[in-house]
């Protein structure tokens, strides 16, 4: 097992206005399986390609075991990468395509038939060892990628999306046993995806990824639950967070979240309350995950029933507040230079939304069976602890 390291690692491409990684520092202890989550171009695949040694990096270094590789060819890497594209030799049987290396490489043909079974077998693709890809499912020829990069026994697996192109339940299916398979071999690897549910699912530890600066990193529980900027807030969470504009009045230690047509009335005596007294007649981005429907006094919001989501276990109410979204150009990250900049001086933070909520609606949970309707008035309860509050640069403001 190896132990990665990045530090201040950097990737300019001659094409790019911007770097596609940025001054990056990041760990990967041995056997841990990381899990870089972001949307599209957020660099996910730069990062794996310069671990791999495929791409040299501007500025930084790569280390494992704490020896600088950045001068080591891909080749010597003990490095094997899995891509979203399969990349199997149409030509060549399953056999083939998964013991390819090690022919490349010379080894013995008794050994390499060996491994071949061996791969095979972890991958639950034994029985195809004859066919061509063109004869096997989207799945199946995922597994065939995954058993030619194992078949090498890498001390290091980087796999850049290779789920994405495989139907629903084969991928839930691959992706419990890519984990069960990792864990068991116990190889280091990094794997990259823009599916929450795979990194939520998946991960000892989310690396979240935006346009090639590092976020935030820790355990699925804990970037959820405390999400370091708007952007990891608003890409986690399904269905999608809520993002409303909001000024702070303090007042004799009372507080208040004016959210312009209704207002939260935050609990006196609270120390949380009073550390965003410090703040009054600030603007700042509420982010509101599903709530609960309110059932006894406190804070609330009311609306009307725009959406009704059944889900059988549950309903998703998408309920009109009234209030104000947040603008599209929120800043998510910190970044260097004029071109990485809005009108606004902020990048948009709505990328990170697969399914945004509409302006002014919050989502609210309704246990089944349940009898809402479109056009009924509801009311969601707002407890302190589902109130996650944004700066205007997109920081976390602790309370």
């Known amino acids: 097992m190896v132990a990665i390291a ?50 040299q990096p501007t500025g930084g270094v790569v280390l494992f075991d704490g020896v600088a590789v950045d001068d080591l060819p891909a080749r010597e890497r003990n490095v094997a990468m899995v891509f979203q594209t399969y990349a199997l030799y149409p030509h060549l049987t399953v056999a083939q395509n998964i013991g390819f290396a090690l022919r490349a490489g010379g080894d013995e043909p008794g050994d390499v038939a060996g491994r071949i079974a061996e791969a ?39 796999l850049d999306e290779p789920m994405s192109r495989v139907d629903g339940m084969a991928r839930a299916e691959l992706r419990t046993e890519t984990v069960a398979l990792v864990r068991r071999l116990g190889v280091t690897t990094v794997y990259a995806t823009d599916d929450q549910s795979e990194a939520m699912s998946m991960a000892d530890r989310v690396a979240v990824l935006r346009r090639g600066v590092l976020q935030q990193v ?111 150009q929120v800043a998510v990250s910190a970044r260097r230079g004029p071109t990485a900049r809005t009108e606004y001086g902020f990048y948009p933070v709505h990328e990170a939304l697969h399914d ?14 349940g009898t809402l309707k479109v056009g009924d008035e509801l009311s969601a309860a707002v407890g302190l602890d589902d109130v996650l509050l944004f700066d205007r640069a997109g920081r976390r403001i602790r309370l």
């Open 120 to 158: 095979a077998r972890q991958l639950g693709v034994g029985e195809l060892l004859g066919r061509y890809p063109g004869h096997l499912s989207g799945g199946q020829q995922q597994r065939v990628a995954m058993a030619r990069a194992l078949v090498r026994r890498p001390a290091v697996l980087l």
């Open 218 to 328: 820790g355990s699925p529980a804990s970037v959820y639950a405390d999400p370091a900027t708007l952007f990891v807030a608003a890409l986690l969470g399904t269905p999608g967070t809520s993002l409303l504009e909001a000024a702070v009045y303090a007042d004799n230690g009372t507080v208040v979240l004016d959210l312009g047509s209704q207002v939260l009335s935050l609990p006196a005596g609270d120390p949380r309350t009073e550390a965003l007294a410090l703040r009054h007649t600030e603007r700042v981005t509420l982010a509101l995950r599903a709530l609960r429907p309110a059932t006894s006094p406190g804070m609330r919001l009311a609306g009307t029933v725009r959406r009704v989501e059944n889900l059988g276990h549950e309903l998703l109410a998408h309920v009109d507040t009234g209030a104000v979204p947040t603008p599209p």
């Open 356 to 369: 945004p909520p509409p302006a002014g609606e919050v989502v609210v949970r309704i246990p089944a069976p």
């Open 6 to 55: 990045v530090r201040a690692l950097t990737k300019v491409f001659a094409d790019a206005g911007a770097p596609a990684i940025e001054n990056i520092d990041l760990d990967v202890s041995p056997g841990e399986l990381l899990v870089l989550l972001g949307p599209t171009g957020s660099g996910k695949t730069t990062l794996l390609r310069l671990l791999s040694g495929v791409e």
